[in-house]
C-alpha cells in the first residue's frame, strides 16, 4: 500500500469540511451529524432543560415545606442545599446517563451529546458535565457556557472539554448500515498484526468513512488514502503490499472491533466469577 503525500491548506480543510458533513448511525437506528451542534441550538435546548429543573425545584421545596412544617431554618436549609443537588446535578446525570445523552432540552432541539470518538456518553462524562455545569450554567447563567462554546471550533463548554464529549445534531429514522466485514484477503494479516486503538479523532474519521457510501469514487479513493496513510503507523506489520486503502481501513476496523469485544467478554466473565466465589461460604463450608 503506498502512503501518499500529506496535504495541507484549502484541499485538506476542504476534506474536513467534507468528513464533518457525514453521519455516524448509532445501534438505534439514529443517525448523528458529525458536524458539530451551533451554538444557538444548544443554548436553546439548555434554556429548556433549565425552565425544567427550575419548575423541578420550586415543586420539590414547596412540597418539603408543606410535609415537613416543624423545620427550623437550618433543617430547612439542608432541604433546599440537597434540592439544588439533586436538581443540578443528580437528575442531569442521571437523564444523560440513561438516555445515552439526550434530555428534554436536547429532544427538543434534535440534539444529542456524544462522546469525542462518536460513542453513547456514560456515568463519569454526563457527572463532569453536570458538576461543571453548576458554576458554569447555574450560577453564571449560562455566560461560561455560551464564551466556551463560542471560541471552541467543535462548540464545546467548558464540561464537554472535561468529559470529552460534543453535541451533535440527530437524525431520526436513518438506516443503520450493514456491520463491517473482514475483507477475506487480509484476515491472515490481521490476525498476527499488532493494531494500536486509533485517536478519537482519527477512529471516527474511518468509522465514518467506512460507513459512507455516497461520495463519487473519486473521493472516496482520496480519502480513503489519506486516512489509510494515517492509520498505518499504528499497525504492524503493514499490510501486503498493493492492498487497496479502503479495505485495509476495513480490516483495522474490523479487527479492533473484535477484539475489544472479546476483551470485553474475558472482563465480564472474570468480573462474573469472581462475585460467584465472594459469594460462597468461607472455606466452602457447608450451610
Known sequence: MTTPSRRTGPEAALTRARLHEDLIVTGEAVALEVRPTSVGLRVLGAMVDAVVYVLAAVGLIALATQLLEGLNEAQLGVVQVSTFAVVMVIAPTAVETLSRGRSLGKLATGIRVVRDDGGPVRLRHALARALTGVGELWLSA?????????????????????????????REGARRPAPLMMPPELAAWAAGADIRALPDGLGLAARTYASRTSMTPQHRAELGARLAAQVEPFVAPPPPWGTAPERFLTAVLVARRDREYAAGLRARERETTEAAQIARLPHEIPG
Do not use: W
Not at 455566560?143 to 463560542?150: F, G, L, N
Open 142 to 170: 449560562g455566560s461560561i457556557a455560551v464564551i466556551a462554546a463560542a471560541v471552541n471550533k467543535r462548540g464545546k463548554r467548558l464540561g464537554d472539554l472535561l468529559a470529552g464529549t460534543y453535541a451533535v445534531r440527530v
